[in-house]
């Protein structure tokens, strides 16, 4: 994440996200803005039932299926990733500027960043071997983490 998107104000980075919910071709409704808002931390991954207990908190009027819906459209145009970082549980991220992905341990549950200049190379090999140019927002690669292979 860049330094000037982790450096704005929260009433600056929910205007930043509005404008991209707007030029997705949506409406920034309170709703969404409430939903988006609950994301406090920059890299900070939220499961569908922590983000419905903080929206809860500020907006007790938005119900579950707004929210469901809500992250899919966030999804699909790109201001968040769905990842399953392990244990069958959606996980929700704002995308900043910067793409990262994360390595997990399966022993220790360990979860170290990914650079998404390591995975352009997976991307370039895709398109060259299949013809199919992916979207790889969110990566998970799971294994042993240094500490666990070492034992």
Do not use: W
Not at 16 to 33: C, S, V
Not at 44 to 49: F, I, R, S, T, Y
Not at 62 to 88: C, H, K, M, Q
């Amino acid at each position: 994440m860049s330094a000037s998107t982790s450096a704005r104000s929260p009433d600056q980075r929910s205007d930043h996200l509005a404008q991209r919910l707007r030029a997705g071709g949506y409406k920034a409704t309170k709703p969404r803005k409430a939903i988006l808002s609950v994301f406090e931390l920059p890299g900070e991954h939220l499961g569908a039932d922590e983000i419905l207990d903080r929206v809860a908190k500020i907006a007790p009027d938005v119900n579950r299926a707004t929210v469901y819906r809500s992250l899919e459209v966030f999804r699909n145009i790109g201001i968040i990733s769905e990842t399953d970082l392990g244990g069958g549980i959606r996980e929700y991220e704002i995308i900043e500027q910067s793409r990262h992905h994360h390595l997990v341990c399966h022993r220790c549950r360990t979860i170290i960043d990914l650079d998404d200049e390591l995975v352009m190379p997976l991307k370039a090999a895709i398109l060259e071997r299949y013809g199919f140019a992916p979207s790889i927002d969110h990566l998970a690669v799971f294994g042993l983490c240094a500490a666990c292979s070492r034992r």
